[in-house]
């Protein structure tokens, strides 16, 4: 049987309900492969492209369809997501705060400054 038969095989029995755990345990050809299939976390980036974009719009417990990679066949289960901050916007915030506030000031400075430049009588005493 090819191998693109067996996956479409195997994403039919997915489908039919049967346990994405089992099916890995049974069917998977991956050298690396560990009981369940489990593959880890990956952060965004980390991962392949073509399985990271398979991956990006599905929710915990959705599977893919057959996804070709340059290593071969997959269908993957999404177990959990989790939203984390980027660690280099954390590292910036304080300064784009700081950037944001003093842009504000100024700006309200010149505001106030005009005002007062509007409201201002000068009289000249001449002799």
Do not use: C, H, M
């Not at 049974?26 to 980390?46: A, V």
């Not at 290593?71 to 999404?78: E, M, P, Q, T, Y």
């Amino acid at each position: 049987k090819s191998a693109e038969a067996k996956a479409q095989t195997v994403l039919g029995l997915l489908k039919k309900g049967e346990s994405f755990e089992s099916l890995a345990s049974k069917y998977s050809e991956d050298p690396g492969f560990s009981p369940g299939g489990l593959l880890g976390t990956f952060k965004s980036g980390e991962f392949v492209k073509e399985l990271e974009d398979a991956v990006t719009p599905l929710q915990p417990g959705d599977t893919t369809g057959v996804v070709r990679t340059k290593d071969g066949l997959r269908i993957l289960k999404v177990v959990s997501k989790r939203l984390i901050s980027d660690p280099e916007l954390e590292r910036q915030k304080e300064d784009i705060r700081q950037t944001l506030y003093q842009k504000a000031f100024k700006k309200q400075f010149a505001f106030w400054l005009d005002q007062r430049r509007q409201e201002a009588f000068v009289r000249i005493n001449a002799k």
